[in-house]
């Protein structure tokens, strides 16, 4: 396929999974504006641990991991935390790239949607930002942390969700986790580190 075909692909897929899964549904309504932008890809150390974790592929059939998966090579990997201090390893390990949105395959006036991948034995520390959050799981699990709620593991097909500036924070155990993060309502500020002192 080409690299448009394969963001068609995914962009098909991702239509069905609002039909598939209701927390989903009750979210967002698939983006009713989307159009296809050039994506300049951009390699980050991440891809290469996604692209030899063979744990994500194994398991369930699923045609919206595998046609997500699929985009990896052509997506451009981000760095939100780049200058924030949260150190080398977390750079080195933690992955993600849009599909709808800046530098993903697609624009939309109506929602945000990245893909985030974390290795075994990682930590993503407590962040927050403005606009409301859904995750879904795609592949493996991890440990969901969300201030004022308690932890909870979740696994392929769960969802959580993440209210305006409601610390979160998640942890993979022996197991990566292969996540879809959807965003509704105030796209302009990007996810920041939220301060120990703010977390209850
Ligand atoms: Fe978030």
Redesign the pocket.
Known sequence: MTQAQVWTHAAAELARCFRTYPSLAEFSSFPTDLVPQKVTTRALPPLDLLATDQALRSGTVSTLRDAVLALACDAHWLEHYRDSGIGDDFMDRFGCFCLVGDQGGFASDQLRVWLVYMPPHLHYPW?H?PAE?LYLVLAGQAEFLRAGQAKRWLSSGDTAF?SSNQP?AMTTGADSVLCL?FWRNQFESG?QLTDGNDIS
Do not use: L
Request: net charge negative; no cysteine.
């Open positions: 962040h930002h959050e993440h979160h993060v996810p």
